[in-house]
């Protein structure tokens, strides 16, 4: 309850709160059960406003007990519901971006960094509106057009999202791609 009363103090401060996104795993126990009960009670109090979840689902083979699949079955029966819109990291797919740009045994913060990246990128649209360069990046220019625009149907609100070229943060400045331009 400390918790929901502190997202309802921050929401009560905004003066144009527009939807929420929340960013959580769901393999252990406080990911998946946390995790949905926050979305749960959003879903309940934030009538109108647009909730976006970005959620890392476990993959068979990073599994470290038959806990995590079962968790996540859990909370996916639970939180199929609520939410306008859910976007799904895949544990391993984010090791192997990882191993793609040879960061070797990536830590949390490492994993966190291409989930925010990621997210970042996909809400790029909304955040840089009357800029000439980026106004039309993405095509969205609100929470409720990225949801109108992905999400078919209420049932049908899981979206993939990915991002090219992958460049590790030491390589960046002696990158081909970035050669011609001055950073």
């Given amino acids: 309850d400390e918790a929901l009363d502190e997202i309802k103090r921050l929401a009560e401060e905004c003066d144009n709160l527009k939807g ?27 009538k109108g406003l647009q909730i976006i979840e970005a959620l890392v689902v476990p993959s068979p083979d990073l599994v470290n007990g038959p ?79 990225i949801t109108q625009n992905l999400v078919p149907f209420p049932k049908v609100k899981y979206v993939s999202v990915s991002v090219a070229p992958l460049i590790c943060r030491e390589n960046l400045y002696s990158s081909p791609i970035l050669q011609n331009f001055e950073v």
């Fill in 20 to 46: 929420f996104l929340v960013i959580h795993s769901c393999q252990g126990g406080t990911g998946a059960g946390f995790g949905s009960f926050i979305l749960s009670q959003l879903s309940i109090i934030s």
């Fill in 67 to 145: 806990l995590e699949i079962y968790n996540f079955g859990g909370y996916f029966y639970n939180a199929r519901s609520d939410g306008n819109m859910s976007i799904w990291f895949n544990n391993q797919g984010l090791y192997d971006v990882l191993d793609k740009i040879n960061v070797k045994n990536p830590d949390f913060e490492q994993i966190n960094e291409v989930i925010a990246t990621v997210l970042s990128t996909f809400l790029l649209g909304m955040r840089e509106k009357g800029s000439s360069d980026f106004s039309n990046f993405s095509g969205y220019s609100s929470l409720e057009s």
